[in-house]
């Protein structure tokens, strides 16, 4: 079966002869102060698909070709735990409501927080993800959260 997107495209998902994963990952981790703690991470994912030759318009979906992650930690007096990471991810491709093959937005996004510990298992987080409220979209029409503040508690038995 077929959903129809109109009365002239259709779209299925089907499994298609070969899909080929290449790419690589690079982490870097450092501790350049006692209590800091610095993590970068960067992925290439190049994705291709081998099928027959009247198979128009397949192609891999869903994951982005380039993604960058970075994260910096810093451990303060009083049990106090400060988080700032930024995100970048591009290249993936999908498709709009008309079925034509688009690439998703390019996005960057910033996130702050803090952790602190209370009464030895107990904590409370609070911080704000996507900082700068940037547009961004993993599959067309379905926009993500903008800027968000977040307040959680916690307890580890």
Known sequence: QCKSLSSTTCRKSVNVAKELHQGVEFTVR???????????????????????????????????????????????PYELLLMATVRYEAGTITTNDSGLVIPASKFATADLGGVITIKGAATVQAGVKNLFDRNYYYQEGFPEAGRTWYFKTGYRF
């Open 30 to 76: 450092s501790n350049p102060l006692r209590r800091l703690s610095l993590d970068a991470n960067y992925t290439f994912l190049q994705r291709t698909i081998d099928g027959p030759s009247n198979m128009l318009g397949v192609y891999p979906t869903g994951a982005p070709k380039h993604k960058t992650f970075a994260m910096a930690s810093l451990r303060l």
